[in-house]
């Protein structure tokens, strides 16, 4: 049973745009989310994470949005620069000192110049 | 700082043959966790330790077992090993409990 779950696989925005991926997740007891991006033959990289005591989190051009009611956070990215294109995966952590991360399959984000 | 560091970056095995493979934390980080990514299955969590205690394990059989050294240091050792174990097996380290994971670059295992 996924208990992390980003819908699209892939997602094409024009560059200067603004690119939103989303993941929703079933676990209430995940307290922790997180974004990496990872490119081919390279480790996940990471990009921005959220409390879920927070609805929102802010860095940059990148801001990640949770909604505990729907179990459901995104991540928007503004504006989109080609080197966004990567693989971007959503991670939720659960409390209690529990360290492991539970990923999303991902979505492939490719920006078109 | 030096980031998280894994090797080797690329090994091939065959069938029923074990593997280790190595991480080093970044400097000052006591907790590291291994995790297996294949094109099925996406990522997913195998174990973490910490001060050189298996803190926390995921859903693999038993032929997955690591350990951590005192310096923090971690192997991971997969025995009998089967088609289904190519991967790129990644490891990230935290300063803490609860922190923010940082990947290395992996190391590619393919099984023939």
């Known amino acids: 049973d996924q208990q992390v779950k980003q819908n699209s696989p892939s997602l094409s925005v024009q560059e200067g745009r603004i690119s939103i991926l989303n993941c929703d997740y079933t676990?209430?007891?995940?307290?922790?989310f997180l974004w990496y991006k990872k490119y081919p033959a390279e480790g996940p990289t990471f990009l921005i994470s959220?409390?879920?005591?927070?609805d929102k989190n802010e860095d940059g051009r990148f801001t990640v949005f949770l909604n505990k009611s729907a179990k459901h956070l995104s991540l928007h990215i503004v504006p989109s620069q080609p080197g966004d294109s990567a693989v971007y995966f959503c991670?939720?952590?659960?409390?209690?000192?529990?360290?492991?991360?539970?990923f999303g399959k991902g979505t492939h984000l490719i920006i078109q110049p | 700082k030096a980031g998280v560091t894994q090797t080797p970056r690329y090994l091939i095995k065959t069938r029923g043959q074990q593997v280790t493979l190595s991480c080093s934390p970044i400097?000052?980080?006591?907790?590291v966790s291994w995790y297996q990514q294949t094109p099925g299955q996406g990522l997913q969590f195998l174990f973490e330790?910490?001060?050189?205690?298996?803190?926390n394990k995921g859903n693999f059989p038993g032929r997955f077992s690591g350990r951590q050294f005192s310096n923090s240091r971690s192997e991971m050792n997969v025995s009998t090993l089967e088609l289904g174990d190519s991967a790129l097996y990644l490891c990230?380290?935290?300063?803490?409990?609860?922190?923010?994971?940082?990947f290395g670059p992996g190391t590619r295992l393919l099984v023939l």
């Open positions: 991670a939720a952590r659960l409390g209690g000192g529990a360290d492991g991360l539970t």
């Open positions: 330790y910490f001060s050189e205690t298996q803190r």
């Open positions: 400097s000052g980080h006591r907790s």
């Open positions: 990230a380290s935290t300063s803490g409990v609860q922190e923010t994971q940082y």
């Open positions: 959220i409390s879920s005591i927070k």
């Open positions: 676990n209430s007891m995940f307290d922790y």
